[in-house]
């Protein structure tokens, strides 16, 4: 079966430090974006941050810029994110998703949720308490 799937949330504590996985099984992450979205109740989905297979880029949402890390695992086909600090505004279910866009087009469409048509991952919880 082709799909992705994401784990590794959890309950943190504010300060501390998680690692998301998103797992590909089915198909490779050669020629596709690989995005992290999160959703927090009543608030649209927002793009964390996403790399790119074709040449390795990555790129941030401003909320997590210099907190977060996103890395992959081609041999093991998995997207890691690390997000350090976490902060109570942390909070949400966070998805994987991946695309294949154009390597022009991923710095100005990444975090856009609806240029993902294929593949999304059930999403996984992250609670951060204070």
């Known amino acids: 079966e082709v799909q992705l799937q994401a784990s590794g949330g959890g309950l943190v504590q504010a300060g501390g430090s998680l690692r998301l996985s998103c797992a590909a099984s089915g198909f490779t992450f050669?020629?596709?974006?690989?995005t992290w979205f999160r959703q927090a109740p009543g608030k649209e989905r927002e793009g964390v941050a996403c790399i790119s297979s074709s040449d390795g880029s990555t790129f941030y949402g401003d909320s997590v810029k210099g907190r977060a890390t996103i890395s992959s695992d081609n041999?093991?086909?998995?997207v890691f994110l690390q997000i350090n600090s976490l902060k109570s505004e942390d909070t949400a279910v966070y998805y994987c998703a991946a695309e294949r866009i154009p390597p022009p087009l991923v710095h100005s469409s990444w975090s856009i949720p609806?240029?993902?048509t294929h593949f999304w991952g059930q999403g996984t919880q992250v609670t951060v308490s204070s």
Do not use: G, M, W
């Open 114 to 116: 609806q240029v993902y």
């Open 75 to 78: 041999a093991k086909r998995t």
């Open 30 to 34: 050669d020629h596709y974006t690989v």
